[in-house]
């Protein structure tokens, strides 16, 4: 047997046993898929049965979305968040990181810095007063609250700062002496060769919107303006027992990230690789 | 002469057009810039600044402005005397071993998936899929999956012959871990995803060399690839370390910080201290200590790295 069949061999094995444990690794989403399906009384039977034998997943999902339970409602309230918070995101980030990395003026070092410092504080440690600000000027238990709070982001700015960078100063230069003012180079040359960098942002963007808990919670107060996530465990506290229709409605809340995020998945890795970002 | 005075004149008109170009300049790019500024201003800056003066305060939301009452250090000499809060400090520096023990996991799959197994992208999505699932969702299914009594968990350990299985989130000495079990699997992708950037960053003529010179895997391992990916490791362990102290939203949805305050961490402690008690003042001294961690630790990010990383 000569090496490479050997280096095959050991692959494959290495590959065999990798599998099991990415299997391992999803099993709550293939238990949590599977018990969606299940009429309640066989949510708990053991040993587990990986195929229903009852299938009730019509019924589940009608009684999650179109029940009491509204998700329809919570839904579009997130659907809204998170959509708005991602396109005015964008905008702003990438005006600051163009501002920051291709337009030459004394400050933009030590603004840049300033912003960056804002990053290492934590969220938490600036949640009252930013409630106090919000119910003095009337931001709170707002969509428009909560889009404000989200669409400021630093590792945004510093992420696509990193990709501006990369743009080679030549194209500006070029341009400048065409006579085109910076935000002509900005609109026309310099965001469309980023593209790809902003679309990255853009998903992890919405992602890490349509998963945030802890803003909803504090800044939400109205039961119709709540988003998906604080309803999931309000209903999942209102439904108690009721695991086979609160998997239902945990599948629902997951499924947009799921095909969000398959379908730019290898740009949400290239993106989180290079900009080394966590939200 | 004449040539002399053009040649000076010019020089002028230059410098004059250079400076009101340096002023467009920066007008553009204040106006680039202002609208972050502006957010991170209004949102973060002054609040930050307002934290820290309220946490010399004693103030129920309830009472008004008029409520408010100046105390001095009286919120920090109070905390260091309250049992909850050392509590959730503890807790915050024992969930700090999650931390390791998901780099060491991660670095492990990155470099099996680099360079040993067959369909990268497949293992890429699978172990990244529980960072981009919302962690709502995610701890209301571990919260079934760990249901004392008939969970599918503890079905399983009774099956396999252990009778009597931990009660994980209702169990105050299991609490913990269990939080902390589920925080490794969600932070695997995104440790492994930065790591196996690392790796590929690695020169592979090192690794031809030690070739060349009959080194072993394991050779290979503790002298190249390790610590080539010092710098990347320490990345990971700086971000992961802060974001242990910013854990809140499985404390809230799993346990509440609860059974009897086993899984109380200092955002939670002072979530509830401010929103559900009101007391303001006493909260924000609390987050004026957790200001102190982070910046510790950022602090000591900078004299440590110069010690042991190599670039």
């Known amino acids: 047997m000569n090496s490479t069949t050997l280096e095959h061999i050991r692959k494959s094995i290495i590959t ?71 396109l005015i995101s964008c905008l702003i980030s990438s005006l600051a990181a163009y501002g920051f990395s291709k337009v030459q003026f004394k400050a933009s070092k030590w603004l840049f810095l300033i912003v960056l410092v804002t990053y290492m504080i934590p969220t938490q440690a ?121 998997m239902a409605g945990t599948v629902s809340a997951i499924l947009p990230l799921i095909i969000v995020f398959i379908i730019g998945q290898k740009s949400v890795i290239e993106g989180i690789a290079v900009g080394g970002v966590k939200g | 002469m004449e040539q002399q005075a053009a040649a000076v004149n010019a020089k002028v008109t230059t410098r004059k057009r250079s400076r009101s170009l340096q002023k467009g300049e920066t007008l553009a790019g204040f106006l680039f810039v202002s609208p972050m500024l502006i957010g991170v201003s209004v949102l973060i800056l002054l609040p930050i600044l307002a934290t820290i003066v309220l946490s010399f305060a004693d103030w129920n939301f309830v009472a008004g402005w008029n409520g408010i009452k100046w105390t001095g250090f009286e919120n920090f000499q109070k905390l260091f005397h309250d049992m909850q809060f050392i509590r959730s400090v503890r807790n915050n520096l024992v969930f700090l071993l999650a931390v ?142 802060i974001s242990t102290f910013k854990v809140f939203d499985i404390i809230a949805v799993l346990t509440q910080g609860g059974p009897i305050g086993s899984t109380s961490m200092m955002v939670w402690y002072l979530y509830d201290t401010a929103f559900v008690n009101l007391k303001i003042g006493y909260a924000s001294s609390m987050a004026t200590v957790l200001l102190l961690f982070v910046l510790l630790i950022t602090w000591g990010q900078w004299v440590a790295q110069k010690k042991w990383v190599n670039y």
């Open chain 1, 16 to 86: 065999l046993i990798m599998f099991a444990g990415s299997i391992l690794f999803l099993m709550p989403f293939i238990w949590m898929i599977v018990t969606s399906f299940k009429a309640e009384s066989e949510v708990f039977v053991y040993p587990m049965q990986w195929i229903p034998h009852e299938w009730r997943a019509i019924e589940n999902y009608k009684e999650v979305w179109l029940g009491e339970s509204k998700f329809y409602l919570y839904y579009w309230n997130s659907i809204k968040v998170a959509v708005l918070t991602t």
């Open chain 1, 126 to 246: 600036v949640l009252v007063p930013q409630f106090i600000l919000y119910r003095a000027i009337g931001l709170f238990d707002s969509h428009l609250g909560l889009v404000a709070l989200g669409c400021f982001s630093v590792l945004g700015t510093f992420m696509l700062r990193q990709f501006f960078m990369g743009l080679h100063n030549d194209y500006i230069e070029s341009a400048k002496i065409d006579g085109a003012g910076h935000f002509k180079i900005f609109y026309f040359i310099a965001l469309p060769l980023v593209r790809p960098a902003v679309a990255t942002y853009a998903i992890l963007r919405f992602i890490w919107t349509w998963n945030d808990y802890q803003n909803p919670l504090i800044f939400i107060r109205s039961e119709k303006l709540l988003t998906l996530q604080i309803a999931i465990q309000k209903f999942t506290s209102m439904s108690g027992e009721f695991y086979s229709l609160i």
């Open chain 2, 100 to 241: 390791p023990i998901y780099m060491i996991i991660s670095m492990i799959l990155a470099i099996l998936i680099d360079k040993y197994v067959y369909a990268k992208s497949y293992f890429k999505i699978a172990y990244f899929m529980p960072y981009v699932s919302s962690i709502v969702a995610v701890a209301v299914v571990w919260q079934v999956l760990f249901q004392p009594s008939y969970g599918p968990i503890n079905e399983f350990l009774k099956s396999i012959g252990i009778s009597d299985p931990p009660k994980w989130i209702a169990d105050p000495n299991f609490a913990l871990i269990s939080i902390m079990m589920i925080t490794v699997w969600t932070s695997i992708g995104f440790n492994m995803i930065i790591y196996i950037a690392g790796l590929q960053s690695i020169p592979k003529d090192l690794y031809e060399a030690a070739d060349i010179d009959g080194a072993n895997t394991w050779t290979k391992f503790t002298k190249i690839t390790f610590p080539m990916l010092s710098s990347t490791s320490f990345f990971l362990l700086i971000t992961g370390i």
